[in-house]
T-cell receptor, first 112, second 116 residues
Framework: AQKVTQAQTEISVVEKEDVTLDCVYE???????LFWYKQPPSGELVFLIR??????QNEISGRYSWNFQKSTSSFNFTITASQVVDSAVYFC?????????FGQGTTLQVKP | GAGVSQSPSNKVTEKGKDVELRCDPI?????LYWYRQSLGQGLEFLIY????????KSGLPSDRFSAERTGGSVSTLTIQRTQQEDSAVYLC??????????????FGPGTRLTVL
């Protein structure tokens, strides 16, 4: 079975703190794809990153970075020097066949 | 360019009525997906269309739900005899390719359905 687990339901930090959102996945596929999406209060899901299973290089984009570890089936997301605008629900997802399988989401609140 | 658009943005209906939700994918995208987001169930896949292939309907929760995609572009999700448990945000997404080949799915703003 394919499954995505985001164990952190809610995280609250103060602006400028670093924060890591955890994502653990299960799949029997040898080739698979992982995604992170952001859902701000406006409601629209915004694509952040896509990784494939054969590329374990970590990625950095500005204040965002992603740590992909096949050995632990994890694809964690770190925001450095968080800002109030980062407040949103963040979803990790696994591509299974045609569809995305989402975790339950982590609500991040960044306080000024 | 224009993103995925959905209409209406909000729909309030009475239990037992039929509703139709519309999705306009990004121009040129061959794959189209419907998902549902509700408080108790999170984000759930409903159905996806890839080109001229038969749609993957494996996520539709009951036979009251159906969807079609006309001319490889616009899609309509129909819910017949709506129930209160159908209340949710219905999200549409599209991607350049689909199936086993992966491309990124881009989402529309959603339709919030409330069944009274």
């Amino acid at each position: 079975a394919q499954k995505v687990t985001q164990a952190q339901t809610e995280i609250s930090v103060v602006e400028k703190e670093d924060v890591t959102l955890d994502c653990v996945y299960e799949t029997r596929d040898t080739t698979y794809y992982l995604f992170w999406y952001k859902q701000p209060p406006s409601g629209e899901l915004v694509f952040l990153i896509r990784r494939n299973s054969f590329d374990e290089q970590n990625e950095i984009s500005g204040r965002y970075s992603w740590n992909f570890q096949k050995s632990t089936s994890s694809f964690n997301f770190t925001i450095t020097a968080s800002q109030v605008v980062d407040s949103a629900v963040y979803f990790c997802a696994l591509k299974g066949g045609g569809k995305l399988i989402f975790g339950q989401g982590t609500t991040l609140q960044v306080k000024p | 360019g224009a993103g995925v658009s959905q209409s209406p943005s909000n729909k309030v209906t009475e239990k037992g009525k039929d509703v139709e939700l519309r999705c306009d994918p990004i121009s040129g995208h061959t794959a189209l997906y419907w998902y549902r987001q509700s408080l108790g169930q999170g984000l759930e896949f409903l159905i996806y269309f890839q080109g001229n292939s038969a749609p993957d309907k494996s996520g539709l929760p009951s036979d009251r739900f159906s969807a079609e995609r006309t001319g490889g572009s616009v899609s309509t999700l129909t819910i017949q005899r709506t129930q209160q448990e159908d209340s949710a945000v219905y999200l549409c997404a599209s991607s350049l390719v689909g199936g086993q080949r992966t491309d990124t799915q881009y989402f529309g703003p959603g339709t919030r359905l409330t069944v009274l």
